[in-house]
């Protein structure tokens, strides 16, 4: 007898672990689920238990233990939100994002709400996007970036980072708002405007990547 959320919850660590090709390939072998379960049953067993439960035998035999489980549905939510868009929600209002899709897929989006308020987090070739519906968010372009938000009325801070490292760039979209100041790693900065956002070179993206800060 298997637990049904044991490979779900395998893809998220696998994530988690930076093994993103590793977590992709068992991903890709329950993404039919949800078109052909009704519901994700607690425990599965593949054996033929026919001779023990005769009303089996017209499901080959099949049988489930327990009744429907919501644990193990929701596992296969946080594949995707903890797992794929590694969203990373802290009880001080903070939030993260990253970008964990195989260089050869498409773009991927979701919409993820928190604390009153809905990010749209979208990863593609050209970089990783995290917009609040209230215009506040970022660009890093960098494909396998990673995104941390801390916000508040009188200043925005955002970690970037990226797995493989280097220099980057990142917009910073401040949803109509003005500020005064900007730093990078506390080092004072005069950043550049284009195309409606504020942006910034960043030196380095590795480890813990770079600290952008704005004051109003």
């Known amino acids: 007898m298997s637990y049904s959320g044991d490979s779900p919850q395998l893809v998220a660590d696998l994530y988690q672990a930076g093994l993103t090709a590793e977590a992709w390939k068992v991903l890709e072998r329950i993404l039919w689920w949800p078109e052909h379960l009704a519901v994700y049953p607690q ?3 593949n054996d033929d238990y026919s001779s023990r439960f005769p009303e089996s035998k017209r499901f080959g035999g099949r049988v489930t233990a327990g009744r429907t489980n919501v644990i193990s549905g929701c596992v296969g939510v946080e594949a995707i939100v903890r797992g794929l868009f590694g969203v990373e929600p802290e009880r001080d209002g903070s939030v993260g994002f990253a970008a964990r899709r195989l260089p050869g897929d498409g773009p991927m989006a979701l919409a993820y709400p928190f ?4 990010w749209t987090v979208t990863q593609r070739h050209e970089g990783l996007d995290a917009l609040r519906n209230d215009g506040i968010g970022a660009t ?9 938000f801390c916000i508040k009325p009188e200043m ?6 990226a797995r493989s490292g280097g220099p980057g760039r990142l917009g910073v979209s401040t949803g109509g708002q003005s500020w005064t ?3 990078v790693n506390g ?12 942006v910034f070179d960043l030196p380095e993206l590795a480890g813990q ?3 952008i800060q704005l004051e109003k």
């Open 43 to 45: 425990g599965i067993a």
């Open 115 to 118: 604390r009153g308020r809905t």
């Open 140 to 148: 890093l372009w960098r494909e396998d970036g990673a995104l941390w």
């Open 156 to 161: 925005i801070i955002i970690r970037a980072s």
């Open 181 to 183: 100041s900007a730093s």
């Open 187 to 198: 080092k004072v900065v005069v950043p550049i405007r284009i195309g409606g956002q504020i």
């Open 209 to 211: 990547g770079a600290n």
